[in-house]
């Protein structure tokens, strides 16, 4: 009797390898392959590979902001600086995920910190890398925040750094020359000139910290950090020190600038000095100005809301960016013109009855009894309308418009800063593209006297007048004079610049130069205000209209404030020898002789006081105001009541 299992069940695995091992030996020796060959693909092959992916999981590099260079004017007097600023960073890696966003929006509560823009920060953050949402936080949020880390110790999710922060000495002084700092927007992260900057980064977004960005901002140091699996730094492994940026130094004479700012008072408008000789600007100012320093952090909406709806538009670059009718000052470019064409000589006389009848209009005169006979002399030194009228007729607007483009109108001056504005110098093709309307001879007799589209910059009008100061040379006006590192060696130097030699009679620009010393100092003069004792003055009062006004007469203090001219005055001196050209212009403040010319003056006085008492000459500069032109009693009601520059309605300049 046979006991058990069937001989075919009875072997079973045993006994089978008993039978015929080979295959199972097969088996085991692929299967062992298998994982060698696994092995040595992550070892040789994927070796570098993996391992680059555990060290960035494990170890970090904290980017280190590098302080920003100085910004100097001429005499090294630090117009922009650095200060410790303790900024807010917000730890997300050291939460789980479903954690983050709640942690935040509770710790923007608690430290005033607008939400959505610290969210956008953090969805826009790489590699979990901590995230800047306040910056400049005070000293009992510092506290606070140092206390409830010693309290939780590395989990706890904020932490405090210190960086460096822009500050402004002088307040508002200067602002819209110097620019700003304030953390990059998105579209410049898209730009090459901005390659490696992130979200939160601060930059330069005006001004000059725009502009040089490139020699301010320096090289970002870094810190490396060996971080635990939920990213939480265990220690620091390697720090380098970022590189600080370049200082700049300017041309700007901060002096002066506060001269002018004292001159201007609470009026709102632009100073513009330079020195005729090479292009360096020595005064750049636009006021009402706003503190550079409220865009490094953001922005509360009451103050923006006071700055954006200011009427006197305190954000505004007037000097470079304020486009406005040049009114009278503009006539030297009508008599340069007249005089190189050929339309008249110094000698020719026009005669003004204080108004002048055409195509069945009257262009009046701002003497409404007119001058008489006048020559070229006396149109400049009394501001004739009717004989600018009459000369520009006779030219037209071709001829115009090509000297005012040769002497840098309606094109940008190349003034080193972003933002500047090119004016307009209107022609037949201007009209004819932007109104689809031929242009009309009524419209040269307002380009003529500097009214209708004409439109400048202040700075436009001080590069114009340098020209007749230097004799003929339109240099490019320059902020910068060089570029230094922290030892005060010199990196770059901005030498001047010529845009053109103009190619004009040396005697045609010295009989307007001559006008224009007669404006200042002649009996009668529309300038008088800006005349001094010791200092011979040249000069140039304008009156520009911002609307159609009419024959009726009425003092501009009756006028609403937006309907009120604009005054110019333009002038350089010593006339003999200039050395600084002013151009002022106040918005909406009447004429220009009355409010423009006493600024200037004393813009001029304080240059001669400092020029004096810097070269070891200590008594003062006598300023002499003296009598007036005629144009202090011409004031006019408006008859129209629709806004917007006049053109051809018979202006009133002066």
């Known amino acids: 009797m046979i006991i058990g299992k069937p001989s075919g069940e009875q072997g079973g695995f045993a006994e089978d390898q008993e039978r015929n091992p080979t295959p199972y030996y097969v088996a085991i020796i692929i299967a062992f392959l298998i994982l060698l060959s696994k092995l040595w693909y992550l070892q040789v092959i994927q070796g570098t590979e993996l391992a680059d992916q555990s060290d960035r999981h494990r170890i970090r590099d904290h980017r280190i902001p590098a302080a920003r260079g100085i910004i100097l004017d001429r005499n090294k007097e630090v117009l922009a600086q650095n200060r410790p600023s303790y900024n807010l960073f917000f730890h997300y890696a050291s939460l789980p995920k479903e954690e983050r966003l709640p942690f935040l929006e509770t710790a923007c509560k608690e430290y005033d910190i607008e939400f959505e823009t610290a969210k956008r920060r953090y969805e826009a953050s790489r590699d979990n890398q901590p995230v800047k949402i306040k910056t400049d936080i005070t000293r009992d949020e510092v506290a606070i925040i140092k206390t409830r880390s010693m309290t939780f110790g590395r989990n706890f999710p904020l932490e405090v750094e210190v960086e460096s922060i822009r500050e402004y000495p002088h307040g508002t002084m200067g602002a819209h020359l110097l620019g700003y700092t304030a953390e990059i927007d998105k579209p410049r992260l898209e730009l090459p000139k901005y390659e490696g900057y992130r979200p939160g980064d601060l930059v330069g977004k005006t001004g000059l910290e725009e502009a040089y960005e490139e020699y301010l901002a320096g090289v970002f140091g870094w810190k490396r950090v060996e971080v635990n699996a939920r990213g939480i730094p265990i220690q620091e492994l390697a720090v380098e020190k970022g590189i600080a940026g370049r200082n700049l130094v300017l041309n700007v004479d901060l002096d002066l600038m506060k001269s002018a700012q004292r001159a201007l008072g609470t009026s709102a408008g632009a100073v513009v000095a330079l020195d005729p000789r090479d292009g360096r600007v020595i005064v750049a100012l636009s006021n009402p100005s706003f503190g550079p320093s409220i865009f490094s952090r953001p922005i509360p909406h009451d103050v923006w809301d006071k700055l954006v709806n200011d009427p006197k538009h305190p954000l505004q670059n007037k000097f470079a960016a304020g486009m406005y009718p040049p009114g009278s000052t503009f006539k030297v470019v009508t008599a340069l013109a007249a005089l190189e064409s050929g339309a008249m000589t110094a000698s020719s006389q026009v005669t003004c009855l204080g108004k002048w009848k055409f195509g069945g209009r009257d262009f009046r005169c701002h003497n409404e009894k007119g001058h008489g006979a006048v020559d070229l002399h006396r149109a400049i030194v009394h501001s004739c309308d009717v004989y600018f009228y009459k000369v520009g007729f006779q030219m037209g607007i071709d001829v115009i418009a090509e000297y005012s483009r040769a002497l840098g109108l309606g094109a940008r001056t190349g003034l080193d800063i972003v933002g500047e504005k090119g004016g307009l110098v209107p022609d037949k093709k201007w009209k004819e593209e932007t109104y689809k309307q031929g242009w009309m001879p009524g419209d040269t007799l307002s380009a003529a006297i500097g009214q209708g589209s004409m439109l400048a910059t202040p700075l436009q009008m001080a590069v114009v007048y340098s020209v007749f100061a230097n004799g003929g040379t339109l240099y490019r006006p320059q ?87 604009h005054a110019w005055f333009t002038c350089y001196a010593p006339a003999e020898d200039p050395e600084i050209v002013v151009a002022v212009l106040i918005e909406h403040s009447g004429h220009g002789g009355v409010m423009a010319a006493p600024i200037a003056n004393q813009v001029l006085g304080s240059y001669f006081q400092l020029k004096r008492k810097r070269e070891g000459r200590p008594e003062p500069e006598s300023v002499q105001a003296v009598e007036i032109g005629d144009e202090d009693a011409v004031v006019f009601e408006p008859v129209a009541e629709e806004p917007g520059p006049a053109a051809g309605d018979g202006s009133i300049t002066d």
């Open 479 to 565: 902020l910068l004079d060089h570029v230094e590192d922290v030892n005060g060696e010199i990196i770059k130097s901005y030498e001047p610049e010529v845009i053109r030699q103009l190619n004009v009679s040396k005697r045609n620009l010295r009989l307007v130069h001559s006008g224009l010393i007669g404006v200042v100092n002649d009996p009668g003069g529309t300038g008088g205000r800006a005349r001094m004792a010791s200092v011979t003055v040249a000069g140039k009062t304008g009156t520009s209209q911002v609307r159609a006004i009419g024959a009726v007469r009425k003092h501009v203090s009756t006028l609403a404030y937006e309907h009120r001219d």
